[in-house]
């Protein structure tokens, strides 16, 4: 719990700040008067308050925002109770917002998201110059999960072991990464893919449909030969004499494709002698096991397992990045993360995305933990995308969010003077009291399924 905790607080106050540092500082470039600088949106805390030239810094109340709140002509009364009321500062004519001509503004209103998205790619390219990219370098399938398909795939029942994928709607494929990259954002209503025998085997399943298609790509596997990669030192498969390269051809017998076969065997064996045929450069061989009862815990609860102390030679190949590459790499995995929102809101709209997974702060923090307790690497990814989340989110047209305020701006270019006051406000109340809702009904969803959880 302490981990989630600090997780969530760690990710929200980060991406609070990288968003409205964005804002601030497009300000203070277009010469714009900047009353306060806050985490937090409301009344700042008194001791949490400090003020530095023309700007107060502070930390605000309500930990669900944060707000720049520059000088204006014309404060509404919504935004006032938002930002914790005006300071009180003689603001020269020339230092209000209104007084920038309209694109300065508009770079103003663009910054926060501008930033949200910098961090993102910043995050992806640093981790692809680091770490490179594993590439498994087969398209041949090796298993499908039929129970787990998703409504309108069970045509991909029909795919068989050793199948060669050649291509995903059309476009060429020439690894298991393209293969699951393609099936997750390859765009249309429906993904084909295109066999090395000439077969097409089609799924109806639309790109809106995010969490199907993230479904239907986890029920595909690859080909992976039962070939042991490192042996670990002191365990069963050492002790009994297994070595690195050995190929596993049977077991008590039964002959092994692929190591998914293996590993199933092995899982529910634990405490059972195995005999287990071995090919390797010398000959073949034959060396006896007895699985090792481990209790391991996933989506159905724990449960009992055999292990040996194999892993597979998985035959990835790692290719590095250059800098210029892995910018490249991070702008693609950008672009991917802000296309996985586009596209799960469209299927909100259209019913292809529940809405039920639709969630709130509860779920991102337990998302938050999750990721943390994985490793740093896995919490700076979740944070680039929820970074991306909030860049898109923020560019809806709805007057308190960015997206709304960039609306009002286009209208005054175009009419060459501002929207009326009136309608401004009355347009804002109603994108808060939207927002609002939204945000009541995303928490409703966390609590439904934090109860589910607790009951299960």
Do not use: C
């Amino acid at each position: 719990m302490l981990i989630t905790l600090i997780a969530f607080a760690v990710t929200l106050g980060v991406l609070i700040f990288v968003h409205e540092f964005g804002h601030f500082a497009a300000a203070k470039w277009a010469g714009i008067w900047v009353h306060r600088f806050s985490i937090g949106i409301g009344t700042p805390i008194p001791g949490l308050t400090f003020k530095r030239g023309e700007t107060e810094y502070s930390l605000s109340w309500l930990p669900l925002g944060g707000y720049v709140k520059m000088a204006s002509e014309e404060e509404e009364a919504s935004s006032a109770a938002l930002e914790g009321g005006t300071p009180e500062a003689e603001v020269p004519p020339d230092r209000m917002f209104e007084a920038k001509p309209v694109w300065k503004r508009m770079i103003v209103i663009l910054a926060g998201v501008t930033m949200n998205t910098l961090f993102a790619w910043v995050i992806f390219s640093g981790l692809a110059l680091k770490n490179g990219k594993a590439v498994n370098p087969v398209t041949i399938v090796g298993a499908v999960d039929s129970a787990a398909l998703p409504a309108g795939a069970e045509a991909f029942r029909t795919l068989r072991l050793g199948d060669r994928i050649t291509a995903v709607n059309g476009r060429p494929v020439d690894s298991w990464n393209s293969v699951f990259d393609e099936l997750q954002h390859t765009s249309g209503r429906a993904v084909a893919l295109t066999l090395a025998d000439g077969r097409t085997v089609t799924a109806d399943v639309p790109a809106d449909a995010v969490e199907r298609r993230m479904a239907l790509a986890m029920t595909l596997g690859p080909f992976t030969p039962a070939v042991a990669g490192r042996i670990v030192p002191g365990r069963v498969a050492e002790k009994a004499g297994m070595l690195k390269g050995d190929t596993v051809v049977s077991v008590d017998g039964q002959p092994i494709a692929q190591w998914a076969d293996l590993l199933a065997l092995i899982e529910r064996s634990p405490g059972r002698e195995l005999r287990v045929g071995l090919g390797r450069a010398t000959g073949r061989t034959e060396v006896t096991v007895v699985p090792e009862s481990t209790t391991v815990s996933d989506t159905s609860g724990p449960r009992v397992v055999g292990k040996i102390g194999v892993e597979v030679n998985t035959g990835f190949r790692r290719e590095p990045y250059t800098v210029p590459g892995a910018l490249g790499a991070g702008v693609r995995e950008t672009v991917n993360a802000s296309t996985v929102v586009v596209r799960m809101l469209r299927g909100l709209v259209s019913g292809n995305v529940a809405r039920s997974s639709l969630g709130g702060p509860i779920a991102i923090g337990q998302m938050a933990g999750q990721s943390a307790r994985m490793g740093v690497e896995p919490f700076l990814t979740f944070m680039a995308i929820i970074s991306m989340n909030l860049a898109v989110l923020n560019l809806l047209p709805i007057p308190v969010l960015d997206g709304g305020q960039f609306v009002f701006l286009v209208g005054e270019a175009v009419r060459r003077k501002p929207l009326p006051l009136k309608l401004r406000e009355r347009l804002t109340l109603a994108g808060l009291a939207i927002v609002a809702a939204l945000m009541v009904f995303a928490l409703w969803n966390d609590l439904t399924r934090l109860v589910r959880q607790i009951a299960g």
